[in-house]
């Protein structure tokens, strides 16, 4: 009997030895302390070397999208430590903690402007990519499901222009319709406000010079290919300061302006620098929207279709109908419209009936052609 006690006991020493070895406080690998002694924050995203010494292991401040600092520790193990503080606030507001994926805004929130996602200019605040890479197009981007089922996006333009006519379009769509306020419109901000709290996701559509300006005229503050870059990219910061929570930009006419490289060029260099997308609504076959936004990583996507070509109510359907045809053939299609009366009621009508049909309506960020994600 006291031949067990004496085994038992030394195997008790043994554990407890090694438990004691394995979480012992000189076993985890510290922060450099500074000179007043606090804990040193590496800069995010960022990797701090261990005392000079590569075997110690580093640690990674992470900018985190959440109300928190976030150190991780590497231990001499290989094991990591996650440490978690909260950051000093700006303001007496409550504390808002996202947690989960980046994509998407909450609706609570969703006619709010990300204050990380602005920069303030003499054309007023513009979007600009985060500090920790979250970009403008992914925070008030529309979630969809993610299924490889069939999928289509409509974008419907020219809201902001008419009062009565924006008001109507926001209330009769369904919030799985892409919403496009033109840059020339009236109370942006309001009608900005109004389509986020409904679930729309929000392009902002620019002027463009078209092939037969000036009879066809886009209107003032418009791109122009006659205009130096510096000109263009002033016209074009005013038009975005105007409004916050938007995916990207579209073209409203610019046939012209989208052909010629030299104009273009610098526009789509700026929108892949703020994190944007550019949707080109496709009537243009000389457009080199493709060609550049591939150049600058720009997500850019082309329109399919545009559905109300022909504006009365038959003609608007069988457009459509052929669009769900284009999105069964190839997986996705996009059709653009215009906020006329007409085109209104036959979507709203027509993306009911559609839904039964297994198809699944997304915002326009969904089906654009993204270099980070490819």
């Not at 507001?93 to 998407?104: E, N």
């Not at 499901?145 to 409509?154: K, N, Q």
């Not at 620019?206 to 990219?233: Q, T």
């Not at 938007?246 to 302006?257: A, D, Q, S, V």
């Amino acid at each position: 009997m006291l031949a067990y006690t004496l085994l038992g006991a030394c195997v008790l020493a043994v554990v407890g030895l090694s438990g004691w070895s394995a979480f012992a406080p000189d076993r985890l690998i510290r922060t450099p302390a500074t000179a007043e002694g606090a804990t040193a924050i590496a800069a995010p995203g960022t990797e701090v070397p261990r005392g000079g010494d590569p075997s110690r292991g580093t640690l990674r401040a992470s900018g985190a999208l959440s109300g928190a600092n976030v150190e991780e520790m590497l231990t001499g193990g290989g094991a990591t430590v996650t440490k978690y503080t909260p950051r000093s606030r700006a303001s007496d507001g409550p504390a808002l903690i996202s947690v989960g994926p980046t994509r998407g805004q909450d609706p609570r929130m969703a006619a709010l402007p990300n204050e990380d996602l602005l920069e303030a200019t003499p054309e007023g605040r513009l979007p600009i990519i985060g500090p920790d890479g979250l970009r403008p197009m992914d925070q008030y981007a529309r979630p969809w499901s993610g299924a490889r089922g069939t999928r289509i996006a409509l974008v419907v333009g020219g809201l902001g222009l008419s009062q009565t006519g924006t008001l109507g379009a926001i209330q009769a769509l369904p919030p799985d319709v892409t919403l496009a306020l033109a840059a020339a419109g009236n109370s942006l901000q309001r009608w900005m406000q109004e389509a986020r709290r409904d679930g729309h996701e929000i392009l902002l559509q620019i002027p463009m010079e078209p092939f037969d300006y000036p009879s066809s005229d886009p209107g003032p503050e418009a791109l122009l290919v006659s205009e130096d870059a510096r000109k263009n990219l002033a016209e074009l910061h005013r038009s975005m300061g105007q409004i916050t929570n938007y995916t990207g930009i579209m073209n409203y006419l610019g046939g012209r302006f989208l052909s010629d490289a030299d104009a273009l060029e610098p526009v789509m260099r700026d929108l892949g620098r703020r994190g944007l997308l550019f949707l080109d609504d496709g009537t243009s076959a000389q457009s080199l929207s493709g060609t550049l936004a591939g150049a600058f990583d720009v997500p850019h996507g082309f329109a399919d279709m545009v559905v109300d070509s022909e504006l009365s109510r038959g003609a608007i359907l069988r457009r459509l109908d052929e669009l769900e045809r284009v999105a069964r053939r190839n997986g996705s299609a996009i059709g653009v419209a215009s906020a006329f009366e007409e085109s209104v009621a036959a979507i709203a009508e027509w993306v009911e009936e559609a839904g039964g049909r297994g198809i699944e309506f997304v915002g326009v960020s969904a089906l654009v052609n993204d270099p980070q994600q490819n």
